[in-house]
């Protein structure tokens, strides 16, 4: 095996490894489980497939996941 080989084989399996810990943590949302392929750079196109969901559902649901991830601008007052 080359080493660009090995690296794919390498990142696969963690991937399989945090949807497995998704399930033992009953955490089978499919926001939960969008983000964490997002986690292991996984194209839109192919988290669609895993997840019987069009590509740009995907996206949008990666779009208000990271919306939801951000803090909310606090305003200041000015003296």
Known sequence: MTAQELTELKQRVDILIALTLCQLEHRTDQGDVIA?????????????????????????????????ARKPRTQTKKK
Request: glycine share 4%.
């Open 36 to 68: 964490v392929l997002s986690r292991f750079d996984i194209q839109p196109r192919e988290i669609a497939a895993i997840l019987d969901m069009t590509p740009n559902a995907v996206r949008v649901a990666r779009h208000r996941l990271g919306r939801v």
